[in-house]
């Protein structure tokens, strides 16, 4: 198993992990090209996003931060690349952005991506104990690469489209992409 380049910490935001690029077999490449998607400049997984950063926080209270990131530290954050690959495509209506934390201005759009999924083993024990700590229930995201994006909206176009839940990965899924 691979370890991250560094474990990233966004107050109230994002907490993920740097990763080395991986190599993008052919078949991949022509999928995204076929739906015009552009490869990421950088690669991470992330580990909390969007809606259920801003329940951790929420829950954490005014004091949460530190010890939201002495905890997501304490994990090593081992991981291994898996064979499968998905398209994805997520709109954004004005309920979905609010619901994520988007500020006001930013419009309605649709983003789609290709990513790899992940094994992640300390994903769901650092949910378990997020959950315990905070007495909430956030829902554990399935573990994948972001590796070409593309949106309609310009500022967005190499942006994942943020996956808060295993339900999530599978309702987003446009196909399995394979050889």
Not at 125 to 135: D, M, Q, R, S
């Amino acid at each position: 198993m691979a370890k991250p380049l560094s474990k990233d910490f966004v107050a109230n935001k994002h907490l993920g992990l740097s990763i080395e690029k991986p190599e993008i077999p052919d078949f991949v490449r022509k999928a995204a090209a076929e739906n015009g998607l552009q490869e990421k400049p950088e690669v991470h997984i992330s580990v909390v996003v969007t809606k259920n950063a801003m329940q951790m926080w929420k829950a954490a209270g005014a004091k949460g931060d530190a010890s939201i990131e002495a905890l997501f530290k304490t994990y090593v954050w081992e991981y291994s690349l898996t064979d499968e690959y998905f398209l994805h495509e997520r709109k954004y209506t004005r309920q979905n952005l609010t619901a994520n934390g988007y500020a006001e201005d930013i419009p309605e759009h649709t983003r789609r991506t290709i990513v790899q999924k992940v094994l992640l083993p300390d994903l769901p024990i650092f949910y378990a104990k997020v959950n315990e700590t905070l007495g909430i229930s956030l829902p554990v995201p399935t573990p994948h690469i972001t590796l070409f994006a593309w949106s309609d909206y310009e500022p967005f176009k190499t942006r994942g489209i943020g996956i808060n839940s295993a339900e999530e990965f599978k309702q987003f899924t446009k196909q399995l992409i394979s050889q």
